[in-house]
């Protein structure tokens, strides 16, 4: 990654993208490979993916043909994929070398523990924290072995976080969760600054409902921009990475055109004015 005006740096040493493509609901090999096609040629660099996504092998497949088409190689981009919560706990290893073969890559930049919880279990199940000890140590073994070059967390309040941090062998590079101008996550952004955490955002657009609000329109009406690039902008201009998604070239494209102007100071507050603690996705408050 050579690109460091656009992109943040790791506890690790290394660079992840400010901006990358998400591809949480992205199918099938046709699609994929036209997304990630528009996504390499507006220059995206990073890669989101999952094992819950269930895209992992065409989006490996994608880049590998879709590189050398646009002068790239695999150290060119960063790659990000997460262990799904049925993973959780014994299964985790298995599952962690699973992604690495789906995705046919010898490391991947950035691996994650998608969610606190461990599916089948109830969210007040004790379980769920012995389970995620044993998936930390799981990764924490992989990027020993260089298969994960930054290790990380998704969905983790304070309360996971702290426990993750008092008991791990090697401390996360990422906390991936849900960031907009309704859930500005002060105090876990805290945490992370104080931890040396990159503190990640997706559904920057609210699953879309952001893309209505009248105090966001107004601030793109006044700037000339698009309100998901206002939106996307608010956070990248905090040193915030995002992972916008789109399955169209040309709002991939739109969604890429974010470093080429900046917020005022006055409109940056009056996004984060509309911080009411709503969240759009999944809540893992509950989760032991």
């Known amino acids: 990654m050579s690109d460091h005006e656009h992109s943040v740096l790791l506890n690790t ?4 993208p400010l901006l990358g493509l998400g591809t949480y609901k992205l199918r099938g090999i046709e699609n994929i490979m036209l997304t990630v096609d528009a996504a390499l040629g507006a220059g995206y660099r990073h ?5 819950v996504y269930r895209n992992e092998v065409e989006v490996g497949l994608a880049l590998r043909e879709l590189l050398p088409k646009h002068g790239l190689l695999r150290d060119d981009v960063f790659i990000t994929s997460k262990l799904g919560p049925r993973d959780q706990g014994p ?3 298995e599952a962690c070398q699973r992604s690495l073969d ?11 523990v998608h969610w606190p919880g461990t599916q089948g279990l109830h969210v007040e199940d004790p379980h ?6 044993q998936s930390w140590a799981a990764l924490e073994e992989f990027h020993k072995r260089g298969k994960f070059r930054a290790i990380g967390v998704s969905n983790y309040t ?9 008991s791990c062998k090697v401390a996360p590079a990422v906390l991936q969760v849900e960031f907009h101008p309704r859930l500005v996550q002060r105090e876990l952004r805290e945490l992370c600054a104080q931890r040396g955490v990159c503190f990640e955002a997706y559904s920057s657009l609210g699953t879309g409902a952001l893309l209505s609000d009248p105090a966001v329109l107004k601030v793109a009406s006044g700037c000339g921009r698009s309100v998901a690039q206002v939106l996307l902008r608010w956070a990248v201009q905090q040193n915030v990475p995002v992972l916008p998604k789109s399955c169209h070239p040309s709002r991939v494209l739109e969604n890429g055109q974010l470093f080429n102007f900046e917020l005022s100071q006055e409109d940056m507050d009056k996004l984060t004015s509309l911080d009411n603690g709503q ?3 999944w809540d893992p408050t509950l989760v032991a």
């Open 13 to 16: 040493g290394s660079q992840m």
């Open 158 to 166: 304070v309360r996971h976080l702290e426990e993750l941090l008092v």
């Open 47 to 51: 890669f989101d993916t999952a094992a």
């Open 128 to 133: 769920n924290s012995a389970n995620r000890a």
């Open 279 to 281: 969240r759009f996705c």
């Open 102 to 112: 789906q995705l046919g890559l010898d490391y991947i930049d950035l691996f994650l």
């Open 91 to 93: 299964m985790a290893s």
